[in-house]
């Protein structure tokens, strides 16, 4: 058990819909790191968030956004949703900023879109 | 781009000691190179990290020569809960991170080990 909480475990919805995928690091780390993992893709980074502000940005698709609360919690959320968003979406957490630090992520939430 | 390149796929047998490489050319001064392991419908899980020469812990050892454009994970007397697929990480700094480090996974070697 990393310590990193992902809810829901897993999610079946339609095109066109919304969903927001929750995440709560580990006690004290205050780096949050969203990643989607699809078969064809691997583990792709999408954004990560440090204390409540956004730090670096990957391959997060305009439809998706993310946003970092001030108990550090983090969500992430989908919008008009497409076939080809079903994945795993990990998040993970860090104590510090630095992105070379060791993430430790959580179980996922498979999301598979209709 | 800092990109990573792996193999696909390894076989390998109990007992034995397996070796990974990881190719990394374009890796930047600074940074680090990490390494985890994912079991399936699992998130990835740490096993090492280096910046170079030799680094060993209780699981792995990591091998990184003096121009830093690959790595080894070498892992000692596998057994079969090693089956896994095992990841590099490197970051990207380019332009279009704007400086940010960008983490970046290979596309991880599915490691098979048979009795």
């Known amino acids: 058990d990393s310590g990193v909480t992902q809810t829901p475990k897993h999610l079946i919805t339609a095109t066109g819909q919304r969903v927001t995928l929750r995440c709560s690091p580990r006690s004290g780390d205050l780096s949050v790191y969203w990643y989607q993992q699809s078969l064809d893709q691997g583990l792709q980074f999408l954004i990560q968030y440090y204390n409540g502000e956004e730090r670096a940005k990957g391959n997060i698709l305009e439809r998706f956004s993310a946003q970092q609360f001030p108990d550090l919690h983090s969500e992430l959320n989908l919008s008009s949703l497409e076939l080809g968003d079903s994945a795993l979406y990990f998040c993970a957490s860090s104590p510090r900023v630095a992105g070379q630090e060791t993430q430790y992520f959580g179980p996922g939430t498979r999301l598979l879109v209709l | 781009l800092a990109k990573t390149t792996q193999p696909i796929s390894m076989d390998s047998y109990e007992g034995q000691e397996v070796n990974i490489t990881c190719s990394h050319n374009n890796i930047a001064t600074n940074d680090y190179i990490t390494w985890y392991q994912q079991f399936p419908s699992q998130g990835p899980r740490f096993i090492i990290q280096?910046?170079?020469t030799k680094v060993t812990n209780e699981v792995a050892s990591l091998f990184i020569p003096a121009d830093r454009k690959s790595s080894t994970l070498s892992l000692p007397r596998v057994s079969l809960s090693d089956t896994a697929v095992y990841y590099c990480l490197v970051g990207d700094r380019g332009p279009a991170s704007g400086g940010s480090y960008i983490p970046t996974f290979g596309r991880g070697t599915s490691l098979i080990v048979h009795p």
């Open positions: 280096g910046y170079k």
